[in-house]
Structures are given as C-alpha cells and as structure tokens.
C-alpha cells in the first residue's frame, strides 16, 4: 500500500520569501502525483498534476518536481504571499483512490 | 475541469441523529468517492459510490453507519448514522475518473456532532 509522508508539518515564512513543500511516497511505480490547497475547513483545490513519465510541471509561481527514482515531489512556491497560507496536501493513485499526505500547513507574514 | 457541488456546507447536530450530504457533478461520471477528513488528519476514502450497484467500502467503514445511494451518474448521497462526536469531520466527495487525469474534489461538508 502506498504511504505517502509530507515534512514539514507545518511552515512559517515571511512575505516574498520562495516555499519549499517535500513530499515522498513509497511505491514508486505511480500512475500521477497531484498537489492540492486547502484553505481551513474547507475542501481541495487542485494545483498540479505530474504524470509519472514528466520531470516537472508548472504553473504561474507554482513548480512542482517529480522524482520516481528516489519517491520524491517537491513543491515550489515563488515569491510568497499571504493569500498563499493554506495546507498543502500532496496524493498518488492506486486503482484511482488517493493516498494523501498528511499535508504542510504554511503561513506567510506579512 | 468538473464542477461538484456538495450540500450542506456545513452543519452542527445533535448525537444520535442522521444527516445526508449530497454531492451533485456537472458532468456524467462513473465512479464518485466519499472520503473523510478528521480534524488535524488528512483524507481517508470511505467507500466508492457505484451506479447500479452497492457501494464498495474501504476497511473501517461500513454500509449501516455510511449508507450511500447513487441514483444516476452526476449525483450521489452519503447519510452519517447515529452520529456521535467522534464523526465531526470535514466530508468531502471527488469525481476520480472524469476527462482530466487530475481529481476534483467538492467544497465539503463540515459537520459538527454536539
């Protein structure tokens, strides 16, 4: 079963600075990795998706990296704002279920 | 991408009582998830909704205390039975299997159990 691990658990950066969110999982062989938003109490805006063959997607100041060799994803956050502090939650499908960290929670300062 | 919208938003009960979140999709999907989400924890699939067929439920979860129907394929309902607060949870219902690779999720149902 796949176990996805997210550290750290929790984030806190001054504005401007870039955000740096590591996610691993265990099985290597993924189908996609997809990184979510999530603002409190509410549900999941999805941000990115990386299929297993691709190195790297992006969009706007959001970069997300795969490494299926070493179970790897990394998110990058450039130039952070305070409209970016949520919890990021990063999930891999097996038979399309999602197994999901348990999530970065960052703030910006302003 | 699919639009899923999910009724209530949010609601506070009392122990004992039963309450039915609904979950409606834009489009024609096969499959609709239920998952869960206690406070300070991450998601954790509940069972896959089925058109014309029981729901499929992961290991944990069973059909009395999470009955779920799915009458067709843009609309499903979850119902929480005999509620006590240790099912305070977000409840959140995806569209795993529509036109796009990434998953959708809807809003979410926060449910607080007095």
């Known amino acids: 079963k796949q176990e996805v691990t997210q550290i750290p658990a929790a984030l806190s950066v001054p504005e401007g600075e870039n955000l740096v969110l590591n996610c691993s999982f265990t099985?290597?062989?993924?189908?996609?990795l997809q990184w979510f938003r999530q603002d409190p109490g509410k549900g999941l805006t999805s941000l990115l998706l990386i299929q297993s063959s691709q190195r790297e997607q992006t969009s706007g100041r959001l970069n997300a990296s795969l490494d299926k060799s070493s179970g790897r994803s990394t998110l990058y956050i450039a130039a952070s704002q305070p409209g970016d502090s949520a919890t990021y939650l990063c999930?891999?499908?097996?038979?399309?279920?999602?197994?999901f960290g348990a999530g970065t929670t960052v703030t910006v300062r302003a | 991408s699919a639009v899923i919208s999910q009724k209530p938003s949010r609601d506070i009960c009392q122990r004992g009582t039963s309450l039915t979140i609904q979950c409606q999709v834009d489009?024609?999907?096969?499959?609709m998830f239920w998952y869960r989400q206690q406070p300070g924890q991450s998601l954790t699939l509940i069972a896959t909704a089925n058109q014309g067929s029981e729901a499929t439920y992961e290991s944990g979860f069973v059909i009395d205390k999470f009955p779920i129907s799915r009458p067709n394929l843009t609309f499903s309902t979850l119902t929480v039975s005999n509620m006590s607060p240790e099912d305070s949870s977000i409840y959140l219902c995806?569209?795993?299997?529509?036109?796009?690779?990434?998953?959708?999720f809807g809003d979410g149902t926060r449910l607080s159990i007095l």
């Open positions: 489009s024609q999907v096969t499959m």
């Open positions: 999930a891999c499908p097996e038979d399309y279920k999602l197994s």
């Open positions: 995806s569209d795993p299997t529509g036109l796009s690779p990434a998953q959708h």
């Open positions: 099985d290597s062989a993924i189908y996609n």
